[in-house]
């Protein structure tokens, strides 16, 4: 499996982004997807999982303002960020829960203040 993230960028806080990946070769849809972010100097943290069934799981940091979505038809998962906040910048990352997969291109997130 090959993943890639993509869609961040730079956004006010307050604002949302909206973060695709795509999983390419052999797309597992019996794993946990998940959402990872890496801010700089802190260790990679779990943001968001969701089964196969569609059942989500969040960090408490991001409750209530990150949903996480999967569409098995079209091999991508997609992290909706609303409300976010400075201390969301990171990259971002999916992969299966656990990490399974080769860890692919992130996708950089900036919120400003």
């Known amino acids: 499996v090959q993943l890639q993230a993509f869609g961040g960028g730079l956004v006010q806080a307050g604002g949302s982004l909206r973060l695709s990946c795509a999983a390419s070769?052999?797309?597992?849809?019996?794993?946990?997807m998940a959402w990872y972010r890496e801010a700089q100097g802190k260790q990679r943290e779990l943001v968001a999982s969701i089964t196969p069934g569609r059942s989500t799981n969040y960090a408490d940091s991001v409750k209530g303002r990150f949903a996480i979505y999967r569409d098995n038809a079209k091999n991508t998962v997609i992290l909706q960020m609303n409300s976010l906040k400075t201390e969301d910048t990171a990259v971002y990352y999916c992969?299966?829960?656990?990490?399974?997969?080769?860890w692919g291109q992130g996708t950089q997130v900036t919120v400003s203040s």
């Open positions: 070769g052999d797309w597992s849809r019996g794993s946990i």
């Open positions: 992969n299966a829960r656990p990490a399974t997969f080769p």
